[in-house]
């Protein structure tokens, strides 16, 4: 049996890794991954194949092999012919992918924010109407000043173990993988966001995510997780007072504006 060379083992070790990456790894972090950090994955595993076969020089005399063959061999005239038709090709489509004018898609009738339900609920449980349910640590603000800074920690705790890869360091929409994302996470520094709506509004997009919006949401595109599944209600109402200590906005209440 025919020993596989090694640079066929490292070609299919490079091809594996970016189909992991481009197909498979966004499904398990439940968020696709921007194609910049693909590329830098992808340079890291190819300076890795190299540091690897050239520590020996009979090594890299053995990786080079296949190449020199398909080069000179005579009885590879057959694999030259197909390479000599197959990179050009190649170049062509990936070029042409890169060049071509794309068709302007039609408009998306989603609403970026849709009328959330009469109740406020976590799971299964109902915590009160969407218009009446108010933050339990809200009042911590003043009557405990002390505590309502825990609660402010605990909120950074969670959005920088959880949310700032899409939001962003800076809690401006401009995470790792926004890029990547339609729509755009939102931007918190944006001064039509917070002000324009209550803490029970966050905490029904914070908990439900893209699968809670309702019909008139749809088609959603957002990669939001459905948080309920991975956070207290203490852990959303936290992040939610974060937000706002973050950026110096201040929530909407019941009545005001529009």
């Known amino acids: 049996m025919k020993k596989t060379s ?3 083992i490292c070609l299919t070790i490079f091809i594996v890794s970016w189909i992991f990456l481009r197909f498979v790894m966004g499904g398990i972090i439940s968020a696709p991954i921007p194609n910049s950090v693909i590329a830098m994955y992808m340079g ?3 300076i890795a194949i190299l540091v690897h076969v050239s520590v020996e020089d009979s090594r890299f005399t053995e990786f080079l092999r296949p190449v020199h063959e398909t080069l000179v061999d005579d009885s590879k ?10 990179i050009p090709l190649l170049m062509c489509g ?3 992918t890169h060049i071509a004018q794309k068709t302007s898609p039609l408009g998306d009738p989603r609403q970026a924010h849709p009328k959330p339900p009469l109740e406020l609920t976590y799971k299964d449980i109902v915590i009160d109407t969407m218009q009446d349910a108010q933050n339990p640590y809200r ?8 505590l309502f800074k825990e609660h402010v920690d605990n909120g950074r705790r969670v959005y920088y173990q ?3 890869y899409c939001h962003g360091d800076h809690l401006d929409g401009k995470g790792h993988f926004a890029t990547a994302l339609n729509p755009l996470p939102a931007n918190f520094q944006d001064p039509g966001i917070i002000p324009n709506y209550q803490e029970s509004f966050f905490f029904w997009r914070i908990s439900k995510g893209g699968p809670g919006l309702p019909p008139a949401g749809t088609p959603w595109n957002t990669a939001m997780p459905i948080w309920e599944d991975f956070l207290t209600q203490e852990e959303i109402w936290d992040v939610i007072i974060f937000l706002s200590e973050y950026t110096g906005y201040t929530y909407r209440t019941f009545g005001e504006g529009h």
């Open 94 to 96: 990936f070029s042409y």
């Open 139 to 146: 009042h911590y603000e003043k009557d405990d000043p002390e």
């Open 44 to 46: 890291l595993i190819l």
């Open 6 to 8: 090694l640079f066929t």
């Open 77 to 86: 005239r057959t694999r030259r012919l197909v390479l000599v038709i197959l």
């Open 162 to 164: 959880n949310c700032f």
